[in-house]
């Protein structure tokens, strides 16, 4: 038998680091053959000001060897290109992006044009991988090499992945062209999830067991945190902070 290739991941590690300082950790030891990139979001974008705490974080990954994207929305189209020029710039200069997520981008014919305008600013700041987040299928122009490096042309929960029906124009595109990012996967169809993605021709993916409104703050299935050192006297473990009492 033949065996499929086990796509790379894309981790969307949404979850503040003095939150989960280990899922962040977890991620930078898996290095870079494991992981294609990992996209930093800070607050649906840059934020207002640089957070010692993500700095932090993105130093010790790029150290790794791993990409990071900025999380850049777009709206499907809707937000000026300026307005999304000017934050993946600032990514770039507050945590050393060396690539954009183009989320909620917009997969209809009349948006190609200006995906592409979003694309040629980005490589003209320096971004050497641009991702268009489409989270579905776009018109199969927007595979063109002239756009993204990688379109994620699924996001949505484990049951939505298993009745998905591919397009038959993915065929004609190499499988590193495409992602697909699956979360309320539970840990016993975790395995199932990653052959799937693999057999759909996805080369980068990512599943999670996390859902609701965030279901990219839990770690992907695969990678696990260290344990926690052990030591001659029983200690209270640390609280771990809010996300209100988290430092900027």
Known sequence: MISTPAARLLVPLYVHPAVDPAAWQAVAAAGPDTVRAVVLNIADGPGPAPEPAFEQAAAELTEAGIPLLGYVDTAYGGRPHGEVVADLLTFRQWYGTTGVYFDQAAGHPAAL???????????????????????????????????????VTFEG???????????LWTGHHPAERFCHLVYQVPARAAEAAGALIASRRAGVGCTVPGGGDNPWATLPHGLATAPPAATGNPATPPSTPKLSECPT
């Open 113 to 151: 044009a200006h995906y592409r305008r979003l694309t040629t600013a980005a490589r003209a700041a320096g971004c050497s991988t641009v991702v268009l987040g489409h989270g579905a299928h776009p018109e199969p122009s927007f595979a063109e090499p002239e756009l993204g490096d990688l379109l």
């Open 157 to 167: 929960s484990w049951a939505e992945y298993d009745a998905l029906a591919l397009p």
